[in-house]
């Protein structure tokens, strides 16, 4: 009995050893066979690393593949990263479930991430982060109750976070950032309680910061920067006395910093509230952060001193560009001197405040490893300080848009690591220092808008790396040097216009094919239109006018088929007109004023005449008719000839009689400085024209001539024999009704008044024709660049204005109507027709306001009118730009006028005018911006402007380029704002002009520069 039972139990234990055996082999089994099916979804394995999975080894032997030694031949770890693995993350690896850490990150795997990943109950680890994984973030993850670290990372996810990942009570570190997730951060994100890490950087996230991440006492970091959320900091967060790094960067919070900053986190390294609506002061507590490594307060609403770091030994970066710092004055900078104790500081950023005084010279003590330095759009003068050489590290110096004067130190050329070398807009004087050709390195270069002088050292042909110059706008003189045009790595531009070069170009511009843009526009220069031009394929603008090249265009430019604008605008070119220029994909063309001949074509840019300037070339023929170019045929001459012989003979004695009655001249006071009242003896002689003088100038009145026409009269260019001097001919059209009423308004005004921003007139001309018919002219100063109007809506939209440029004819048009209406004498005057075509732009692209013909004075009948006075709508303005009460029979009032104003402005800045046929049922301009502020008012912007704001070292500085385009955005929707309300319906609720022209003002002087 005894041998039985022993053996049984032998039997037993030989069978359980067998089910065990079973067992094992089928689960070792299973995560075999796991494996294979992962492989199986590897679709690109460039580095080869999947030929090892493979029969001939164990799996626990395959690359990446870790077993455990407690459970013998179990998966638990897998090590497959930065292996340039690409396909889709199998759902079989739901099957490992000895797993506990996952490590996929820096691979290119693609669609969903599995949801069997939570049956993985012993993951501990799992990292996707930096694939292309999409769809949401699986819920059931939650269900991974061991996980201690969730990092998904720089994918594409969508969807909201989850709810049920806040179930994950031992999770220490987050990391979903840099994804498209939407929604609120969830509430009962506080269940987290051994939370260290959360970063939701860089995704959609909207909403409030829940105050409840104050009670996460263990976090560590906090990165929730580039997001939609708004409110404010609570107060609860200031008291996680744990926190290392906060950055809320990039988003809408508003509120202030707490006063004790730098106390309450004594182990603050990173401190990022950039690109948000902060305002307040930076508190004096922050010099206690002893351990803080970057601080980043730019793009805010900061004001006041800003304290002392001197206590920072550890500072990386200082990032304070685009607040309200500084008073400009002297002491602004003061702050600067403690930071010589940074003795690692490598990055400092200063730029867009209101900072005054000199450089200190500390700034030379710097860190030897300080690797940029931005102190644009501030106040700053005098000198760069000598000694800034000894910053041997540094790589970017901006300094642009100053007051800064003095010579460039020659000790910037022992800069070896500079590579953008900014110092353009300031009075910088001297030479530009030859030893800038010591700096290989050099990227970009702008040094225009100064008043540097000498020659272009030839030196600087040293600077291979170099991608643009700009040394536009200075003194310089000299010729070219030819080895500026063999650095064929420039590929961005070159801008050497409004200088005093002179000589020809040299003939190795050819050796730029990469060449973008090439301005050489107000110099000198003279010779031939080099054909080595046409080496530069890539070319998309070329400026040379305003020189003295002769000579035909070489047939070798018909190699610049990428060409967009091309100006050749003032030159001596002759010959004909290439025919190759038709098939280029030109957006402009201004040929004027040079000596071509011959016929004109009419198909590619020729076909647009809004597009192309061909004027002031005498011989040419033919084109389309908006040309008003004579025929191409070989007796045209005599006809022509004929003709004015006829109409000279007939007109012989009411000529006679024109020179005797002459012109009724105007005369004007000279402004002065002082005194506002001028004696008639301080008037200017007016230059005396007649009808004959006027009617050669302007060819005899030819349609070539004709620029433009309204209500009462036609506007004509013409060139004064006597002098050269160019005019604009506004000839009444004496048969429409009101005419003469129009001539004698503006008259009466333009006699009295006198602005920089209003159209200057040169005469008036009242006499008769050669017919005997009754004549009448004003004779303006003519406006190189036409209307307002010709700028908004032109054909094909060949021409752009920057925000700069329409917030300064903004400013120059409401300065004008601020001096009518108060200051330009005992009575204030409403000009009562403010709309684009009204407004001209010279050379410059100033601004002046003009077209008084339905002036109105402030008599006192006006200010006190009686009570059946009224006023016709047609007298007083155009539909579209009239205020409301005028068409209820109101007089013309200024309040109309700042009425018209907002409209004009709404439609300088959203390219829509208020008759578009889109404002119907009620719909007006007005309440279209209105209805669209602020969230949409990218979507009501007119895009060709925002198209030009794109920074162009975005390659450098991605996230300034963020925060740049977000200031765009903040004073797009400030400047519409004053629109809004300059275009109320009630009189009562419009602004003050003189209160329009400081918003204004300071809306321009908060806008974002580029570095340049």
């Given at each position: 009995m005894g041998i039985f039972r022993r053996s049984l139990i032998v039997i037993t234990i030989i069978h359980l050893f067998l089910i065990f055996t079973l067992i094992h082999a089928a689960t070792n089994g299973t995560d075999g066979l796991a494996l294979l099916e992962f492989k199986a979804k590897i679709t690109d394995d460039p580095l080869g690393v999947m030929t090892s999975w493979n029969s001939s080894h164990h799996f626990c032997e395959w690359y990446g593949v870790v077993c455990g030694s407690r459970h013998h031949q179990r998966v638990t770890v897998l090590y497959l990263y930065s292996l340039q693995l690409s396909g889709s993350i199998s759902p079989h690896i739901g099957n490992?479930?000895?797993?506990?850490?996952?490590?996929?990150?820096?691979?290119?795997?693609?669609?969903?991430?599995?949801?069997?990943?939570?049956?993985?109950?012993?993951?501990?680890?799992?990292?996707?982060?930096?694939?292309?994984?999409?769809?949401?973030?699986?819920?059931?993850?939650?269900?991974?109750?061991?996980?201690?670290?969730?990092?998904?990372?720089?994918?594409?996810?969508?969807?909201?976070?989850?709810?049920?990942?806040?179930?994950?009570?031992?999770?220490?570190?987050?990391?979903?950032?840099?994804?498209?997730?939407?929604?609120?951060?969830?509430?009962?994100?506080?269940?987290?309680?051994?939370?260290?890490?959360?970063?939701?950087?860089?995704?959609?996230?909207?909403?409030v910061i829940p105050e409840f991440i104050g009670q996460l006492k263990n976090l560590r970091v906090l990165a929730l920067g580039f997001n939609q959320l708004s409110g404010t900091l609570h107060s609860s967060i200031f008291n996680l006395s744990l926190i290392q790094v906060i950055d809320v960067g990039g988003n809408s919070l508003q509120g202030t910093l707490p006063v004790s900053l730098g106390v309450s986190f004594p182990y603050l390294q990173f401190f990022s509230?950039?690109?948000?609506?902060?305002?307040?002061?930076?508190?004096?507590?922050?010099?206690?952060?002893?351990?803080?490594?970057?601080?980043?307060?730019?793009?805010?609403?900061?004001?006041?001193?800003?304290?002392s770091f001197g206590k920072l030994n550890k500072l990386l970066e200082l990032f304070l560009f685009g607040n309200h710092f500084g008073n400009g004055k002297d002491d602004d900078l003061k702050f600067l001197h403690g930071l010589t104790n940074a003795t690692r500081l490598r990055k400092l950023?200063?730029?867009?405040?209101?900072?005054?005084?000199?450089?200190?010279?500390?700034?030379?003590?710097?860190?030897?490893?300080?690797?940029?330095?931005?102190?644009?759009?501030?106040?700053?003068?005098?000198?760069?300080?000598?000694?800034?050489?000894?910053?041997?590290?540094?790589?970017?110096?901006?300094?642009?848009?100053?007051?800064?004067?003095?010579?460039?130190?020659?000790?910037?050329?022992?800069?070896?690591?500079?590579?953008?070398?900014?110092?353009?807009?300031?009075?910088?004087?001297?030479?530009?220092?030859?030893?800038?050709?010591?700096?290989?390195?050099?990227?970009?270069?702008?040094?225009?808008?100064?008043?540097?002088?000498g020659n272009i050292p030839p030196n600087l042909g040293n600077c291979k790396q170099l991608l643009a110059l700009s040394l536009f706008r200075n003194n310089l003189t000299g010729l070219i040097p030819p080895q500026i045009f063999e650095i064929s790595s420039l590929s961005m531009g070159i801008d050497l216009s409004t200088n005093r070069l002179h000589g020809s170009l040299p003939n190795q511009v050819g050796n730029l094919k990469q060449l973008g843009i090439l301005y050489l526009d107000n110099n000198m220069l003279s010779g031939h239109v080099p054909s080595d031009l046409g080496g530069c394929v890539s070319l998309e603008a070329l400026s040379i006018s305003h020189n003295f090249f002769q000579g035909s265009i070489p047939s070798s430019l018909s190699a610049l088929r990428g060409l967009q604008f091309l100006n050749l605008s003032y030159n001596n070119v002759s010959g004909q007109i290439p025919s190759f220029l038709v098939n280029f994909s030109l957006l402009a063309l201004d040929i004027s004023h040079n000596d071509f001949?011959?016929?004109?074509?009419?198909?590619?840019?020729?076909?647009?005449?809004?597009?192309?300037?061909?004027?002031?070339?005498?011989?040419?023929?033919?084109?389309?008719?908006?040309?008003?170019?004579?025929?191409?045929?070989?007796?045209?001459?005599?006809?022509?000839?004929?003709?004015?012989?006829?109409?000279?003979?007939?007109?012989?004695?009411?000529?006679?009689l024109a020179s005797i009655l002459g012109c009724l001249f105007l005369w004007f006071p000279r402004k002065r400085r002082k005194d506002s009242s001028s004696s008639d003896s301080e008037n200017v002689n007016l230059l005396r024209l007649s009808y004959q003088n006027?009617?050669?100038?302007?060819?005899?009145?030819?349609?070539?001539?004709?620029?433009?026409?309204?209500?009462?009269?036609?506007?004509?260019?013409?060139?004064?024999?006597?002098?050269?001097?160019?005019?604009?001919?506004?000839?009444?059209?004496?048969?429409?009704?009101?005419?003469?009423?129009?001539?004698?308004?503006?008259?009466?005004?333009?006699?009295?008044?006198?602005?920089?921003?209003?159209?200057?007139?040169?005469?008036?001309?009242?006499?008769?024709?050669y017919a005997g018919n009754d004549f009448k002219a004003l004779v303006y100063e003519f406006m190189d660049n036409g209307s307002l109007d010709d700028w908004l809506h032109p054909t094909h939209h060949p021409r752009n204005l920057t925000i700069v440029q329409r917030l300064n004819i903004a400013i120059d048009v409401s300065s004008a109507l601020e001096y009518l209406h108060c200051h330009a004498g005992i009575l204030p005057i409403v000009h009562c027709d403010i709309k684009p075509s009204n407004v001209l732009l010279d050379k410059e692209m100033t601004a002046h306001v003009g077209d008084f013909g339905l002036v109105k004075f402030f008599h006192e009948e006006i200010i006190h009118p009686t009570p059946n006075q009224?006023?016709?709508?047609?007298?007083?303005?155009?539909?579209?730009?009239?205020?409301?009460?005028?068409?209820?029979?109101?007089?013309?009032?200024?309040?109309?006028?700042?009425?018209?104003?907002?409209?004009l402005l709404l439609e300088m800045f959203t390219g829509k005018r208020p008759t578009d046929d889109t404002f119907k049922e009620g719909l007006s301009l007005h309440e279209f911006v209105k209805s669209s502020l602020p969230e949409q008012v990218t979507d009501i912007a007119d895009p060709t402007f925002l198209q030009m704001e794109e920074e162009p070292l975005s390659h450098f500085?991605?996230?300034?380029?963020?925060?740049?385009?977000?200031?765009?955005?903040?004073?797009?929707?400030?400047?519409?704002?004053?629109?809004?309300?300059?275009?109320?319906?009630?009189?009562?609720?419009?602004?003050?002009?003189?209160?329009?022209?400081?918003?204004?003002?300071?809306?321009?002087?908060?806008?974002p520069v580029t570095i340049g």
């Open positions: 490992l479930s000895f797993l506990r850490e996952l490590h996929l990150y820096n691979n290119s795997f693609r669609y969903e991430i599995p949801p069997q990943i939570g049956h993985l109950r012993r993951l501990q680890v799992l990292y996707l982060l930096n694939n292309s994984l999409g769809g949401k973030i699986p819920s059931n993850l939650s269900s991974c109750s061991n996980l201690n670290i969730l990092d998904l990372y720089g994918n594409q996810l969508i969807g909201e976070i989850p709810i049920e990942l806040t179930l994950l009570t031992r999770l220490k570190e987050l990391y979903l950032g840099k994804n498209n997730i939407t929604g609120t951060i969830p509430p009962s994100i506080a269940n987290l309680t051994s939370l260290e890490f959360l970063y939701l950087t860089r995704n959609n996230l909207h909403g509230i950039d690109e948000n609506q902060f305002s307040g002061s930076i508190p004096s507590s922050i010099s206690n952060a002893s351990n803080m490594e970057i601080f980043e307060v730019g793009d805010n609403k900061l004001t006041g001193v800003v304290p950023d200063l730029g867009v405040n209101n900072f005054g005084g000199m450089l200190p010279k500390q700034i030379t003590n710097f860190s030897r490893e300080l690797e940029s330095i931005y102190i644009n759009n501030n106040q700053i003068h005098g000198n760069i300080p000598t000694g800034i050489d000894s910053l041997i590290s540094l790589n970017i110096f901006v300094a642009s848009n100053n007051n800064l004067s003095g010579t460039i130190p020659s000790g910037i050329g022992k800069l070896k690591n500079l590579a953008i070398l900014s110092l353009s807009s300031n009075d910088l004087t001297g030479n530009i220092p030859s030893s800038l050709g010591n700096l290989t390195n050099l990227i970009q270069i702008y040094l225009y808008d100064n008043q540097l002088h001949e011959g016929m004109v074509p009419i198909e590619g840019i020729f076909n647009n005449a809004s597009a192309t300037s061909i004027v002031g070339n005498k011989r040419l023929c033919g084109g389309i008719s908006e040309f008003r170019l004579p025929s191409c045929k070989s007796d045209q001459k005599p006809k022509r000839k004929r003709r004015r012989t006829v109409i000279i003979t007939v007109s012989a004695f009411t000529g006679i006027l009617l050669k100038a302007t060819n005899e009145f030819s349609l070539d001539n004709l620029i433009g026409s309204g209500g009462f009269g036609s506007v004509y260019k013409g060139i004064l024999e006597q002098d050269g001097l160019v005019i604009a001919v506004k000839v009444l059209n004496l048969m429409r009704r009101g005419a003469s009423k129009s001539f004698l308004a503006e008259c009466e005004v333009l006699k009295n008044v006198r602005h920089r921003n209003l159209v200057k007139v040169i005469t008036a001309c009242s006499s008769v024709d009224s006023t016709s709508l047609a007298d007083v303005g155009t539909i579209g730009y009239c205020p409301p009460e005028y068409g209820m029979g109101n007089v013309a009032s200024a309040s109309g006028d700042i009425f018209s104003f907002g409209i500085h991605y996230s300034r380029n963020i925060m740049r385009k977000n200031r765009l955005i903040e004073c797009l929707i400030s400047v519409l704002d004053i629109g809004i309300l300059c275009s109320s319906e009630s009189p009562q609720e419009r602004l003050n002009i003189g209160d329009v022209v400081t918003q204004l003002s300071s809306i321009k002087n908060k806008l």
